[in-house]
């Protein structure tokens, strides 16, 4: 078996604190911007998720968002509240429950377009910095995903 090395063990050495703190960062910084149009930080990453592609199930958008159906659930059960999407049963098969667009749905998505660039300015990055952050992260994910999926 190989060694493992030394790794440091205080808060502000630990990777996981790292992209803990920076999450909570940027979560602080969208609020403002996703509070003028009446969504959460995860109600906004399900209504991207349906901007893309309109008509997902519940079971495709939980795994688009690397989230569990029930955790899905409520988030979209709100977001049908507010009048921005609708929930249908499958036709052929009753156990698929489908995600739609509402017309305000598809709206809210012209209002939507600034906050990429304003989450843009404020960090204050390069755009190669961010994409390759981006991308460092992907793999970052993937890689612990598969580790936890061949425990």
């Known amino acids: 078996m190989t060694q493992r090395p030394a790794l440091p063990f205080t808060l502000d050495e630990q990777l996981c604190f790292a992209l803990y703190s920076t999450s909570l960062a940027m979560t602080k ?47 979209l059960k709100r977001l049908e509240t507010q009048g ?37 300015c404020a960090t204050q990055q390069s755009p190669e910095f961010l994409l390759r952050l981006r991308d460092d992260l992907t793999r970052l994910r993937t890689t612990l995903n598969d580790y936890m999926d061949n425990e």
């Not at 991207?48 to 409520?74: C, I, Y």
């Open 29 to 75: 910084a969208y609020k403002p911007l996703l509070d003028k149009l009446g969504l959460t930080y995860p109600q906004y990453l399900a209504m991207l998720v349906l901007w893309e592609s309109d008509d997902v199930t519940v079971k495709g958008m939980a795994a688009r968002l690397n989230l569990d159906s029930a955790t899905v659930t409520p988030l």
């Open 84 to 120: 921005l999407v609708e929930r249908v049963r499958g036709v052929e098969d009753e156990r698929l429950v489908y995600i739609r667009l509402t017309k305000a749905g598809a709206a809210l998505k012209r209002q939507a377009r600034e906050v990429p660039a304003e989450i843009f």
